[in-house]
């Protein structure tokens, strides 16, 4: 599905999140707390956006990987910059030494997990020690009204805008994934069990996006 829609993947992120998906990514990277020389992965990077924020703050003598299962999204990654090793990867079974990077990203990837746990455990063993790791992702917001906003916007105008760009199955699957994917509070405990402490959350967007971050024990 994602090799399917890569060609019309930026160009939708920027329709239904009207251009506001850049500052939640910069957002995500600033919770990495990463600096000049740092190493970072960003799994399930897709088209490379927050790998690409990653590499702002490591700065030339750092190391960005941008690791995903989809060839079709890397190839569009790879057009964007040369600055971060792009490699085909699954999240739930990376292929990186334990305790090798600073921090680990993950950007709208999670709730697409076959087993989001080990997926977890993955990116906290890959970093080492205090380093960071930060999940962003789309929530459902509980209080109204943007609790009616959203229902109305993800299961009527996305799956239209899905039609219009060519592929209805996969945007009819992105609400039904955000629907089924743990709430901030869940999502936090799952984080601490797969081996972070000090986990915390910001919601912004009115409480549509949450990004969950916490240090390796
Ligand atoms: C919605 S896109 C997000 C892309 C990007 N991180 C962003 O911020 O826009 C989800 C990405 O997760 C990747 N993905 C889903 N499950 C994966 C897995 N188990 N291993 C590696 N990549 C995965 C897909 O190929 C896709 O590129």
């Known amino acids: 599905m994602f090799d399917r829609i890569a060609g019309v993947y930026d160009v939708m ?112 063993r890959v970093v080492r020690p205090g380093g960071r790791v930060v999940v962003l992702e789309i929530t459902t917001p509980q209080k109204p009204p943007l609790s009616f906003f959203f229902r109305a916007w993800f299961d009527t105008i996305v799956p239209r805008l899905g039609r219009l760009a060519g592929d209805p199955d996969a945007y009819t699957y992105l609400p039904s994934s955000v629907r089924r994917f743990p709430g901030p509070r869940e999502l936090a405990a799952s984080l601490a069990s797969a081996g972070l402490r000090d986990v915390g959350w910001i919601l912004t967007a009115g409480g549509i996006i949450a990004i969950h971050h916490g240090t390796v024990a």
């Open 13 to 124: 992120n920027s329709v239904m999140t009207v251009g506001m998906h850049h500052r939640w990514r910069s957002r995500a990277a600033d919770l990495a707390r990463v600096s000049p020389g740092d190493s970072a992965l960003d799994v399930a990077t897709g088209t490379g956006d927050l790998a690409l924020e990653l590499v702002r703050r490591v700065g030339p003598g750092g190391r960005v990987v941008g690791s995903d299962f989809s060839e079709g999204m890397l190839d569009l990654a790879r057009e964007k910059s040369t600055a971060v090793r792009w490699e085909w990867g699954n999240a739930q079974d990376l292929k990186y030494d334990s305790d090798s990077f600073d921090a680990a990203t993950v950007g709208f990837g999670a709730r697409n997990f076959s087993d989001l746990d080990a997926g977890l455990r993955e990116m906290v």
